[in-house]
């Protein structure tokens, strides 16, 4: 594996790779987690898109090999975004690119197409996150409950419990399922607080983007529901939605994107 470059810039260094041939791809990982991370997952084969692209790949600030300050606001939404159009214009990428995301990915996906549809050609929506809640009974609310537990525990004794708490039913017989999170102790109850303050961008807006999308959806799962993928595909027009039942249909990711971005 190739070593990694840095960008700095709003208190975080990204650490990020642009490999391959071809025309340019990126993705983008979810909240926690890291390129290692979703390695480590084994459901998703982000190198296999650099098999016909040149591909962008990185660490959201205060994840993974990317560093961050202990600052919730650095860790809304759409900061996150700001360091991907940067990491673009540092790159000189000057053609649209294809782009995928998962969960916190998704979010950078569809802002940075808002703020600049010319960089982008197709996009990959994968586990969009909880959004537009209303009400008392909020699923968001578990960031600020996680955050907390962190605080009062300790970081260590936080993590042996989450280590062993139950996975999500669609990964109950999975064996390599591991959300063990990839970002420092002293970040984590920030990123966790920035998560939980942020939204997507409003419906409405999304729906002006008229860029060919493949939205990708798994089952039981409260922080990424099926509700806000079906939402999505509703929303844009030029969007298809798969929705995995199973860790089979999930593996199964990888070859649609691919396709999808190979048309």
């Known amino acids: 594996m190739s070593e990694d470059s840095h960008l700095t810039r709003a208190g975080a260094t990204i650490a990020y790779q642009f490999t391959g041939s071809g025309s340019p791809a ?3 990982h979810g909240v926690t987690l890291s390129r290692d991370a979703v390695r480590r997952l084994d459901l998703l084969d982000i190198d296999a898109l ?3 692209h ?4 990185y660490d959201q600030r205060g994840h993974g090999r990317s560093t961050g300050r202990p600052v919730t606001e650095d860790y809304r939404f759409e900061n996150y975004t700001q360091d991907l159009l940067a990491l673009i214009d540092t ?3 000057d053609q649209p690119m294809d782009f995928a995301g998962s969960s916190l990915g998704t979010d950078t996906a569809l802002r940075a197409a808002l703020a600049a549809p010319h960089r982008f050609r197709r996009l990959a929506l994968l586990i969009p996150p909880v959004a537009w809640e209303t009400g008392p009974r909020q699923a968001r609310q578990w960031y600020f409950d996680t955050a907390d537990s962190i605080e009062r525990l300790g970081a260590a004794a936080w993590r042996e419990q989450a280590a ?3 996975p999500l039913p669609i990964f109950a017989d999975y064996p390599e399922f591991d959300m063990t999170p990839d970002v420092a102790d002293e970040l984590l109850p920030h990123v966790l607080r920035g998560a939980g303050q942020s939204d997507l961008p409003a419906p409405e807006a999304i729906a002006t983007l008229r860029h060919p999308t493949l939205i990708l959806a798994w089952d039981t799962d409260p922080l990424h529901p099926v509700a806000t993928a079906e939402r999505l595909h509703e929303l844009l027009p030029h969007s298809t939605l798969h929705v995995a039942t199973s860790v089979a249909d999930i593996k199964g990711w990888t070859g649609l994107i691919t396709d999808f971005f190979t048309d």
């Open 54 to 57: 040149q591909l962008l790949s």
């Open 26 to 28: 990126g993705y983008a």
């Open 50 to 52: 650099a098999e016909r």
């Open 164 to 166: 062993h708490a139950d």
């Open 91 to 93: 790159l000189g990428i």
